[in-house]
């Protein structure tokens, strides 16, 4: 009961001491620092980071656009060098076939033949019928080179009397025979019996010009070189030489157009390389010194193309093999060439990214500014509220979701400001009836102090119950004692009637004295009976006082 006055008593200390228990448990100022300590967590990032997703389509149409176009170009290059390059294998073919059944029609042709078969005196109309078969000859050989632009001179190499050639300034007295037969080309040719293709013959390229006598080199690129043969007698009178044009072969390379930085070149069976490179020949580094080029020759395929690297960089290279000949055209582009119209669509891309990122970014810090000023206002103001100021009000024009949260919070301060004055109100009414309430307890007190002695009287009134029925125990102990010494005496008895009986076989003259004792045994033993019985009766009678003992023993809770 003094625990509940005291209650009641100290009910306004409670609730005034509620507010600073509740505000001492919330540290101030937590809620502007976990804003500040948020970080990568951050609505702002989130926000920013959202928007540059956005721009991985872009990234990625922009990949896969310069992919598509990179390979579609690569394609298209690749095809029409190809086919650039395919009509010009098919051109040095035909060239080149031409080159081959030329000499074989200079074994047939009747100026050459009569040339060569004639055999006059040394007089002065023998010498001038060969000087004019020799003119045949030599206009039959010039005749031959008639729209054949690559042809630059053909030689008729017999011996340093007979050799003709196409040009009418041949020095012949410049001709040193016996290099000639002995040079590794002309053997070939006489051992092996067939054409071949190659890449000099200084042994006789030296010529002498009319005006100043001052030796020049070659004006030709390569040269065809077949057997002689008298077609009448099958017997050998030398070989046939078929310069090609230096600068024809030259102005056929410089017609393949490989790009600004594209390059072509012409290798020959003997492992030069012609090209339109410019540079000293030290400078230009042959083709046949790469390592690709041993691929080259061992292709099966007459034309192909594969990526290499070349000078450093990444080239395209295609080749044709010209049949037959050992000649191989060879084109490199570089790739970043090739792809150099396509890099118009990586900086398209980039410069896209970039304005899409820039874009995302301040949309971003835009969104991101004007939710985390009401965000934070609504974190202070919610942190005075958990401090315990509920006169805090925040406000928002915000048409978003964020003013709906701020109208909410809003409202949830005032009700909880008006939750509180309620609460305050009930309190007045609570102390208002915490006298009422004391004097009710006050009566229940006084009417507890007359329970309290009335219970006392009761217990002592039981208590002289209880000595009362203890006394009663002890005259039945003693009752009890006395039943116990009664039945002793029976048992005596009954040992005497088991001697009296075993006396009764001793003899049949003590019989009828027995019988007389045993008449008087047997009234004796009525008397006990009826002793007995009356015992018994007594004994009902202190079960039934006994009974009523224990009735008041359980009233009186002894």
Known sequence: MKKVQSFLQNKSS?????????????????????????????IRLKLIAAFLVLIIPIIILGTESHRLASSKIIDITQNSTIQSMEQAEKYLDLVFSRVEAMTKQFLADPSIKDYYGYRGGDDSASLLEEYNLKKNATSALSSAMYGMDLISAIVLLTDADTTIYSAANFPLTELDWDAVIEAPWYQAVLENRQGM???????????????????????????????????????????????ISKMKIRELLEGLQLGESGEIHLITPGGVDITTVEGDEEEVRSLTDYDFFTQIKEDPETSNFMHVNYKGSEHLLMYNKVRGTGF???????????????????????????????????????????????????????????????TVVPNSKRKDELGILTTSIRSMIANTRLLIEQASIISQKVSSSSSTVAATSEEASASSHEISRAIQEISQGAAEQAYEAEQGVTTMEQLASRINMVMEDAKVINDISKDTTELTHQGLSSINNLNEKAAETTAITKNIINSIQQLDEHSRSIGKIIRVIDGIADQTNL
């Open 14 to 42: 409670f609730l005034k001491n509620a507010k600073s228990n509740y505000s001492s448990k919330v540290p101030k100022g937590n809620s502007t620092n976990k804003i500040n300590k948020i970080g990568i967590h951050s």
């Open 328 to 390: 191989v055209l060879a084109g490199l582009i570089p790739m970043s060439e090739i792809l150099a119209e396509t890099q118009q669509i990586r900086v398209d891309t980039i410069v896209l990214v970039i304005i899409a990122g820039l874009i995302a970014l301040l949309l971003g810090l835009f969104i991101s500014s004007n939710m985390g000023r009401t965000i934070k206002d609504l974190v202070n103001v919610a942190g005075q509220a958990a401090e315990g100021d509920l």
């Open 197 to 243: 293709w190659i890449d000099d013959h200084h042994e006789i390229d030296l010529t002498i010009t009319s005006d100043t006598g001052v030796r020049t080199g070659q004006n030709y690129i390569f040269s065809y070189v077949s057997e002689f043969i008298d077609v009448n007698t099958g017997k050998n009178l030398g070989v046939i030489v078929i310069d």
